[in-house]
């Protein structure tokens, strides 16, 4: 009897500690860096140059957010898998409201995280994608507002790459000031 408890508390106590480990990045079981090199592919934007020079290369998935935002913070890795997938066909870009604060006013930022799909410009102004692949000049019809599934901008972005081959916007030779 003496060593079926003695079993049963050992056991409890491996099961206990199991789950007490820290990991650390590239500790995980299949952990190839991946991510790591997707997160480097995502532009930190800090003024609207960057994003006319990438809209030269084709459409930009543009997320407003913050660092002390949870959210914004959970956006993370889906920019980072974003960023991997559609590499040399569309940019992930990411701009901190609370460092670039004249961008913030440019796309007049109320909630965060705040996302948009900009296909291309057109006499100056940015086009975004709205939900059903239309073009707008008006980012509050095309934005969206909160944490979302990947698949959901994966789609927007998609919208915009179909509608970019289509129509051929060019982003080259334009430019928005702010």
């Known amino acids: 009897m003496k060593k079926i408890v003695l079993l049963l ?5 491996v099961l206990f500690t199991a789950g007490c ?10 952990s190839d860096g991946a991510e790591n090199s997707g997160e480097n592919l995502v532009v930190e934007v800090s ?8 809209l030269a290369e084709g ?4 997320k407003l957010g913050a660092e002390w935002c949870t959210p914004c913070k959970e956006m993370k890795p889906i920019m980072a ?11 992930i870009m990411s701009v901190d ?7 913030a006013a440019y796309f007049n930022v109320g909630y965060i995280p705040d996302s948009c799909v900009i296909a291309g410009l057109e006499n100056g102004n940015y086009l975004y994608t709205q939900q059903d692949g239309s073009l707008t000049e008006d980012r509050m ?4 507002i909160g944490l979302r599934e990947k698949e959901a901008f994966e789609a927007r972005l ?15 030779n334009q430019t928005v000031t702010g």
């Open 9 to 13: 508390i050992l056991v409890s106590a």
């Open 21 to 30: 480990t820290e990991e650390t990045p590239g500790d995980s079981a299949g």
């Open 47 to 54: 003024d609207l140059e960057q994003i006319n020079e990438a």
């Open 59 to 62: 459409p930009v998935f543009l």
């Open 81 to 91: 898998e974003m960023a991997l997938e559609y590499e040399g066909r569309a940019t």
């Open 97 to 103: 409201v609370d460092e670039s604060q004249h961008l």
């Open 141 to 144: 019809q095309a934005r969206m």
């Open 158 to 172: 998609e919208l915009a790459l179909a509608q970019t081959e289509e129509s051929e916007i060019e982003g080259q």
